[in-house]
């Protein structure tokens, strides 16, 4: 279905566009990008929200700012679609997420306006700042480096340290704060409470706009009316918000808050902004999903919502008349909670994914003992070895991409001390339509080279249930499980709980000349491949690895005894992956064999939906197929990824 843009936007190819109207146009400038973003993600998909809360900070900031040479960073990208629609792609944005595609974050090898790559969060002041150091470097003191930084975001801890960087440079950096108290789920913390009394004091707000306007006044009489001037403005703020303000602490000039639904005071504000040195911040409130009634009354629901009628705000959801497999990330917080039932010392940590890892499945049944941490990675990591190191049992469940930003603190405050931390890496593997910023694809690399550290991942539902049972048993050390975005196998899966011993796979199916080695949920489409393989008379072995650290030792010293033709397939990075790690064995073992590893290559995957780019990288079932039916050949070959 085409959509027609509105007849404003459909003027608008570049900002250099949008400045050609009057101020007095943004209003319905802004109801038309709405619009169009309503239009083309309710039958397209995509976050949604996001987007719709900063609809006139978008517009305002083209509108007063000369991009690309001025430079606009948003942290994490979610709001990022009136960005793009805005700057030359309104004419691709159907194609947004889709194999081949836009991508859904902002890209720099996209679009020159797009002047940083995002995906996670807390990075943008950190951007913006090195970008900021390096124009001044260059002479470019006219430039301007804008931070957009939601509420959430600044929760992280890599966000508090560019804050206080910044706060000693000079630069020409300007943080927006999009404070919605929103990042997936509600915020959580005293950075929320902080803010929350900013935008809720009578006193200051009050004040507020009488006190920039005579400060304005007196900085014009030179730099010692200037001073005073300053001193004025840090004590009136101080005494209305009653603490200092944390953001003139560390040095920054604060303005705000102001309504992030006036465009037109935006443009002044950016526009008189432009004009104080320095690192500033603007405090921005905003309402997530703004101008969509049904995402403004549940944020959370709206942030991705799939495909939906517009009109009448249905999710279209496929509906089956059979059992259908539950989620992975349904099957772990159904899991923990009755696990929790069990073991009093079990506890549950997310950083600020509880809707998305299932984690508030806990939180709502047992809130004294499930945290959302925010998003502090490094934090929910540390904070779950300090549960550990007092004799409880913490559930660590953080997505597998995030999962990399706390590596250090998995070696030095986990796997050194050998606490029984458990890791759940949701979304393990490629993910889909997310894309590069968010594909699980490293996990079986970085945990598999940790001393201590048990690396598994389980096949179906019911291995997942019971390696978290046994992941929680009695010294079991760091314990890693790692399992995928969306469903899983099997529509029974709520079976009594087993112990599964440690570095044990098992053996799915015998076989003859080859034999695969599969690894966590992947391990079904091999499945698959095996039974179009047998109609042809061709009988390969299967085994389930479970164990990536430690290996099944005795499973691998039977298959190369008896096969000379091996091919393992992971959904992970094949450099350091559980291949390599059988590579590594029958080395040291010096077993010879033709192995082929099948899995992520060593490139960046683009996005696209799941089974799109398993079979690009050539381990989906027809992938695996074509493997074994070129080795049984004879055929000498090399692995479908490179």
């Known amino acids: 279905m085409q959509v027609e843009a509105g007849p404003l936007l459909q003027k608008i190819q570049y900002p250099s566009d949008l400045r050609q109207f009057k101020e007095s146009d943004l209003e319905e400038v802004c109801k038309e990008l709405r619009q169009y973003i309503i239009d083309i993600v309710s039958v397209n998909g995509g976050h949604f929200a996001a987007s719709l809360g900063v609809v006139e900070l978008t517009v305002a900031l083209h509108y007063a700012l000369n991009t690309p040479y001025d430079q606009v960073l948003f942290d994490v990208g979610h709001q990022a679609y009136g960005h793009k629609i805005l700057t030359g792609r309104r004419d691709n944005f159907h194609t947004n997420r889709i194999l081949g595609g836009l991508s859904g974050f902002p890209k720099r090898s996209e679009s020159e306006y797009d002047a940083f790559g995002v995906g996670h969060s807390s990075t943008s002041i950190s951007a913006a700042l090195g970008m900021a150091v390096a124009s001044a470097y260059k002479g470019e003191t006219d430039r301007q480096h804008v931070a957009i930084i939601g509420d959430g975001a600044l929760t992280g801890g890599m966000a508090f340290e560019a804050l206080n960087h910044a706060g000693i440079e000079k630069s020409n950096l300007l943080v927006i704060l999009n404070d919605n108290c929103m990042s997936i789920d509600p915020n959580v913390g005293a950075m929320k409470e902080y803010l929350t009394s900013i935008t809720t004091s009578k006193s200051y707000n009050r004040f507020r706009d009488d006190l920039v306007a005579v400060l304005a006044k007196i900085s014009k009489n030179g730099p010692n009316a200037y001073g005073w001037a300053k001193k004025l403005e840090l004590s009136i703020k101080g005494t209305l918000l009653k603490n200092s303000n944390l953001f003139e602490s560390l040095n920054f000039r604060y303005f705000g808050p102001v309504d992030g639904h006036d465009v037109n005071k935006l443009v002044k504000t950016i526009e008189d902004l432009k004009h104080i040195n ?365």
């Open 278 to 642: 320095g690192p500033k911040l603007l405090h921005v409130v905003t309402v997530k999903g703004k101008g969509y009634a049904l995402a403004e009354k549940d944020q959370t629901k709206w942030h991705a919502p799939g495909l939906f009628d517009k009109i009448t705000g249905e999710i279209k959801k496929s509906v089956s008349d059979k059992p259908q497999p539950p989620k992975y990330q349904d099957v772990f917080g159904h899991t923990l909670v009755e696990l929790a039932e069990k073991n009093d010392k079990i506890m549950g940590i997310t950083p600020a994914m509880p809707s998305g890892s299932s984690m508030n499945i806990m939180m709502k049944a047992m809130p004294e003992r499930a945290f959302d941490v925010g998003i502090a990675e490094q934090h929910a990591v540390t904070f779950s070895a300090g549960l550990a190191a007092q004799g409880l049992v913490p559930f660590c469940n953080i997505y597998s991409s995030f999962m990399q930003r706390a590596f250090d603190q998995v070696i030095h405050d986990v796997a050194l001390q050998n606490l029984n931390v458990i890791f759940c890496l949701d979304r393990a593997g490629l993910v889909g339509a997310d894309g590069p910023t968010h594909h699980g694809a490293y996990d079986i690399a970085y945990m598999r080279c940790i001393p201590n550290m048990v690396v598994s991942s389980p096949m179906n539902e019911e291995e997942l249930r019971n390696l978290m049972y046994t992941a929680q048993l009695p010294d079991k050390g760091p314990f890693t499980i790692r399992y995928p975005r969306g469903n899983g196998v099997m529509p029974d899966w709520k079976l009594p709980f087993k112990e599964i011993e440690v570095g044990k796979g098992r053996k799915i199916c015998d076989g003859e000349e080859i034999a695969i080695l599969s690894f966590g949920s992947i391990g079904n489409e091999a499945c698959k491949a095996i039974v179009r393989l047998r109609e042809d008379g061709i009988h390969p072995a299967h085994y389930d690895m479970r164990f990536a650290k430690p290996l099944d030792e005795e499973l691998l010293h039977e298959v190369f005894k008896k096969y000379k033709k091996v091919i393992t397939v992971e959904d992970g990075c094949l450099p350091g992956g559980i291949g390599s790690a059988i590579l590594e064995f029958m080395v040291d073992h010096h077993y010879q064999a033709e192995v082929v590893r099948l899995g992520i290559p060593d490139g960046i995957v683009e996005h696209g939906e799941q089974a799109e780019l398993w079979q690009i990288c050539g381990y989906d079932a027809t992938g695996i197929e074509l493997q074994v039916r070129k080795m049984t050949k004879g055929i000498k070959t090399e692995s479908l990824v490179g």
